[in-house]
């Protein structure tokens, strides 16, 4: 059998753990609830694919210009706009379209957005709806997880850069992400694309154009690719410091013409809804994210819902990006990390991360606007710095909404993890030339005796017990560290945004702390059977944060009866209501006021709990259960 | 003298992260059954029930479990207690707790009963109360209120913590005016003030004024904010003590968009 080569082996290695990222995200994901934002762009996906079908009936037809009227776009493409973009929810609606088991024209027919023609044609590869819109997002994680080793595989041995990838995936909070049908890891993996074209353009033109391309597709997927360029400027000018102090101008790089040449043509070229009217729309866009309200979030025991007024309270705010960073990654990735920023920050120039690896030497005189870090070292610390601290430095801003938490700075996470990796490998070198090296032919030829080098037939002998334990030691310390991240990150599931790391002190250190807990109502799903099973009371039930898009969605995949019923919002919700469940954000007390007096108790029927940390609360009113208990 | 090598220094560092990484992982492992059980809630509801009377105060700690102690006990928690002004009327606290957290309410006063029930633990505390001779908010329909304006008793939000309290509306021009023509006072008069609903906290930035008439006595009330929460004053009615007085609150804010002024007394002996 042919032996893999290194390049070979490295593909291999990245497949794998992309498919190990798509396995472990498919089995668990189904557990996981749909939060109001996913419903929403499931809702927008379908209907995008909608759109698409028209087109397809209107091409048959022979008028496909009715598919591109203003009207017919808006009708279909205004769903969930100007918020956000289309890439990845019209990934959502394909991969619905492709690959659900279809039963469409049954019951639930009238749950769809767009009319149900018939019975769909599909590869039926998940059995429910909601798994098939997710299943482009956890492609996209996947391709985060394999892009992570490629780019750390430069740097680091293959260990090291196996376990980097793992640790991207292995944090509970963008594990949570990673898995739904939202824009939040696929930016952030868009973000790492657009990184490492970067870093990889500044030697190979070919990856300028990339970059720019990489840029254009960001820019569909969420609106913090508008960050992505500040990160990469500030790395290029630092990168370049020699020009300033030569008293020139650094030269403008392909990368960035690219970024400014195809990211705004791809943006405008793929999102039908910008067509009709492209100025005004995309301002209105743009003012949409500027002008974004703040929504309610708990940090450090405080409710945070709009810009600070005193000094203290925005310096508080401040720390936020920071402490739920320390608060939210295993902190064995935390402990590597800061081993590997260490290491990054005394690599000597021109020194490779590694010294197996990438060397930073200048591999030409001068600098060309198609190569510009050839004639440099491209200071590796400075780039990881940089990405891991600009989308964190950006919500550190008091003005910024904080409502989010950790996933408005996932983009940094990876290269936590990259940080990480060196300091893996950093540790794994060091441990391994810390060994008794004695019979090592490889390290130290002239101890062995001359006997052991090579037997009579000229082969080489067996490897010694020790040269096995060098060579296995850095893959078990690679295999040791990722332990405690997979291992939290599991414990974390479904609840990953409840979950604090060991510094915190768990679910329940975070509640002590005063972290956030959950938003927008995704925590409901594991109480879903004993709802349906409560008629029928639960025809008048109150579901406060779940949005009717939600619950339609559970419907759709057979996890509620269709019987169930939504007594809509607020105040009046509840007193329509026989049986209401209350979200716990510091937020949300008032509606549990509402529950008291309306209900005429506090005793709530049932509490959701995750290690006896409240999440959901099931109020009934209190004569269902005195007529229960009469029959 | 024996210098720390490279070696012994990446050794050490190695050792360092492993053992991290292996209490990690065991704490991630462990931890989830050091939560308290159905079971453990269970007995310790009925410890509590075997000793609970009429007037005691049933406490949660760390709080964030309150809601599980309601699941358990709620029927002895009515919106009152739960909602409650502070907990000084209370001259018994039952406190079940976990992961080694104490309540405010169980700090001062003796501790009568000491169980562990499973991952929980029950004490029973006792301290010195007073007795309460006017409550404002459950006599709050003897109140009177001019102009003719809001208010109720109510659950507010204030904080994002509930309380029962007395809602009113400042109006633009002028003082609101709430009167209880008949408050029997004891030795001091505690008032709690504070703005309800954080929806409305964040729409609007308007403070509010308040002045205590008691007799002909004045007294100004902390300034309310958005941000000052649920501000206590006790004020001293040792000379009023036994007596009826009438007691009135003037409110007034230059800004009164979303003011949903709340307040809680009690005239204490």
């Known amino acids: 059998m042919k032996r893999l080569g290194t390049r070979g082996l490295d593909r291999l290695v990245a497949g794998l753990l992309a498919l190990f990222a798509v396995v472990w995200l498919l089995a668990v994901e189904g557990k996981q609830g749909i939060g109001r934002d996913e419903a929403q762009y499931m809702r927008a996906g379908e209907r995008y694919w909608g759109w698409f079908e028209e087109l397809g009936d209107n091409l048959v037809h022979g008028h496909p210009g009715r598919s591109f009227a203003t009207a017919d776009i808006d009708r279909y493409w205004?769903?969930?706009?100007?918020?956000?973009?289309?890439?990845?929810?019209?990934?959502?609606?394909?991969?619905?379209?492709?690959?659900?088991?279809?039963?469409?024209?049954?019951?639930?027919?009238?749950?769809?957005?767009?009319?149900?023609?018939?019975?769909?044609?599909?590869?039926?590869?998940?059995?429910?709806?909601?798994?098939?819109?997710?299943?482009?997002?956890?492609?996209?994680?996947?391709?985060?997880?394999?892009?992570?080793?490629?780019?750390?595989?430069?740097?680091?041995?293959?260990?090291?850069?196996?376990?980097?990838?793992?640790?991207?995936?292995?944090?509970?909070?963008?594990?949570?992400?990673?898995?739904?049908?939202?824009?939040?890891?696929?930016?952030?993996?868009?973000?790492?694309?657009?990184?490492?074209?970067?870093?990889?353009?500044?030697?190979?033109?070919?990856?300028?154009?990339?970059?720019?391309?990489?840029?254009?597709?960001?820019?569909?997927?969420?609106?913090?690719?508008?960050?992505?360029?500040?990160?990469?400027?500030?790395?290029?000018?630092?990168?370049?410091?020699?020009?300033?102090?030569?008293?020139?101008?650094?030269?403008?790089?392909?990368?960035?013409?690219?970024?400014?040449?195809?990211?705004?043509?791809?943006?405008?070229?793929?999102?039908?809804?910008?067509?009709?009217?492209?100025?005004?729309?995309?301002?209105?866009?743009?003012?949409?994210?500027?002008?974004?309200?703040?929504?309610?979030?708990?940090?450090?025991?405080?409710?945070?819902?709009?810009?600070?007024?005193?000094?203290?309270?925005?310096?508080?705010?401040?720390?936020?990006?920071?402490?739920?960073?320390?608060?939210?990654?295993?902190?064995?990735?935390?402990?590597?990390?800061?081993?590997?920023?260490?290491?990054?920050?005394?690599?000597?120039?021109?020194?490779?991360?590694?010294?197996?690896?990438?060397?930073?030497?200048?591999?030409?005189?001068?600098?060309?606007?198609?190569?510009?870090?050839?004639?440099?070292?491209?200071?590796?610390?400075?780039?990881?710095?940089?990405?891991?601290?600009?989308?964190?430095?950006?919500?550190?801003?008091?003005?910024?909404?904080?409502?989010?938490?950790?996933?408005?700075?996932?983009?940094?996470?990876?290269?936590?993890?990259?940080?990480?990796?060196?300091?893996?490998?950093?540790?794994?070198?060091?441990?391994?030339?810390?060994?008794?090296?004695?019979?090592?032919?490889?390290?130290?030829?002239?101890?062995?005796?001359?006997?052991?080098?090579?037997?009579?037939?000229?082969?080489?002998?067996?490897?010694?017990?020790?040269?096995?334990?060098?060579?296995?030691?850095?893959?078990?310390?690679?295999?040791?560290?990722?332990?405690?991240?997979?291992?939290?990150?599991?414990?974390?599931?479904?609840?990953?945004?409840?979950?604090?790391?060991?510094?915190?002190?768990?679910?329940?250190?975070?509640?002590?702390?005063?972290?956030?807990?959950?938003?927008w109502g995704y925590s409901v799903l594991p109480m879903l059977p004993d709802l349906d099973a409560r008629a029928p009371e639960n025809h008048g039930l109150y579901w406060h944060d779940v949005l009717p898009d939600a619950i339609s969605m559970y419907k759709r995949d057979g996890r509620l009866s269709l019987a169930v019923g939504d007594t809509g919002f607020g105040e009046d919700g509840i007193r329509r209501s026989q049986l209401g469940i209350l979200f716990y954000e510091k937020h949300w007390a008032k509606y549990e006021a509402w529950f008291w007096e309306i209900y005429g108790t506090t005793r709530p029927l049932f509490v959701r709990e995750r290690e006896g940390v409240p999440m959901v609360t099931l109020y009934e009113r209190p004569e269902i259960a005195r007529r229960a208990g009469a029959r | 003298m024996r210098s720390w090598a490279p070696g012994r220094i990446a050794l050490g560092g190695t050792a360092a992260v492993a053992l991290l990484a292996i209490v990690e992982t065991l704490v991630a492992l462990i931890a989830p059954a050091c939560a308290p059980t159905d079971a453990d809630w269970d007995a310790a509801a009925a410890e509590v029930r075997r000793g609970f009377r009429p007037g005691d105060l049933i406490v949660a700690a760390p709080a964030w479990a309150d809601p599980i102690l309601r699941v358990h006990l709620g029927d002895l928690i009515p919106p009152e207690v739960a909602a409650r002004m502070d907990d000084d009327r209370f001259p018994r606290v039952w406190e079940v707790s976990q992961r080694g957290g104490r309540s405010p309410e169980g700090r001062r006063g003796e501790v009568r009963s000491d169980r562990s029930v499973g991952h929980l633990r029950v004490r029973l505390i006792e301290r010195p109360a007073p007795t309460v001779t006017y409550d404002f908010v459950a006599s709050w329909r003897e109140a009177r209120v001019s102009p003719p304006a809001v208010l109720q008793r109510k659950v507010v939000e204030v904080d994002q913590r509930l309380r029962m309290a007395v809602m009113t509306q400042p109006v633009a021009g002028g003082p609101v005016v709430v009167e209880y023509p008949h408050a029997r006072l004891g030795r001091v008069l505690a008032v709690a003030t504070g703005l309800h609903d954080t929806w409305a906290r964040k729409a609007a930035r308007g403070t509010v004024t308040a002045r205590l008439f008691i007799g002909d006595r004045a007294v100004d009330l902390p300034e309310t904010t958005d941000d000052s929460g649920w501000t206590e004053t006790r004020i001293d009615t040792s000379a009023e003590d036994g007596r009826t007085v009438p007691v009135r609150l003037e409110i007034r804010s230059a800004a009164p968009r979303e003011r949903y002024f709340s307040f809680a007394a009690e005239a204490r002996r």
């Open chain 1, 78 to 519: 205004s769903d969930n706009a100007p918020d956000h973009p289309v890439v990845m929810k019209v990934l959502y609606g394909l991969s619905w379209r492709a690959f659900h088991r279809c039963h469409c024209t049954g019951p639930t027919r009238w749950l769809h957005p767009i009319p149900v023609r018939g019975r769909h044609i599909t590869l039926p590869l998940f059995a429910r709806e909601s798994t098939a819109f997710r299943f482009p997002a956890i492609l996209m994680s996947a391709l985060l997880v394999a892009l992570v080793f490629w780019f750390a595989r430069a740097w680091l041995p293959r260990a090291a850069a196996a376990a980097a990838a793992v640790l991207t995936l292995a944090q509970p909070h963008l594990f949570f992400h990673a898995q739904i049908a939202c824009f939040d890891v696929p930016i952030a993996a868009m973000a790492f694309a657009v990184g490492f074209a970067y870093w990889k353009s500044l030697r190979d033109w070919r990856w300028g154009i990339a970059t720019g391309a990489l840029f254009g597709v960001s820019l569909g997927v969420k609106h913090n690719a508008w960050l992505m360029p500040f990160f990469l400027v500030v790395h290029y000018l630092w990168m370049r410091r020699g020009d300033w102090r030569a008293r020139r101008l650094p030269r403008l790089p392909l990368a960035f013409v690219s970024m400014l040449v195809l990211g705004p043509l791809l943006f405008f070229a793929h999102w039908p809804w910008l067509w009709a009217d492209p100025v005004g729309r995309a301002r209105a866009y743009v003012r949409r994210h500027l002008e974004h309200e703040h929504y309610n979030f708990e940090y450090l025991g405080r409710n945070f819902n709009q810009p600070e007024m005193s000094t203290a309270r925005k310096w508080l705010r401040a720390t936020a990006p920071f402490v739920e960073t320390g608060f939210t990654v295993p902190v064995t990735t935390l402990a590597l990390a800061a081993i590997g920023g260490v290491v990054l920050a005394r690599r000597r120039r021109g020194a490779p991360v590694q010294p197996d690896g990438e060397s930073e030497e200048p591999v030409a005189d001068r600098a060309s606007w198609l190569r510009p870090g050839a004639d440099v070292d491209r200071a590796p610390g400075a780039f990881v710095l940089l990405q891991t601290l600009g989308p964190l430095a950006t919500l550190a801003v008091p003005s910024t909404p904080v409502f989010g938490g950790v996933k408005h700075f996932l983009a940094a996470m990876p290269y936590i993890a990259l940080s990480a990796g060196v300091g893996l490998a950093a540790l794994g070198r060091a441990f391994v030339a810390a060994l008794p090296a004695a019979d090592d032919p490889e390290r130290n030829p002239e101890r062995v005796p001359l006997t052991s080098r090579d037997d009579s037939a000229g082969r080489r002998p067996a490897p010694s017990t020790r040269q096995r334990l060098r060579r296995a030691a850095p893959l078990a310390l690679a295999g040791l560290v990722c332990l405690p991240a997979v291992v939290e990150t599991r414990r974390s599931h479904p609840d990953g945004l409840g979950h604090y790391n060991l510094l915190a002190g768990g679910f329940a250190g975070g509640a002590s702390l005063g972290m956030n807990r959950q938003f």
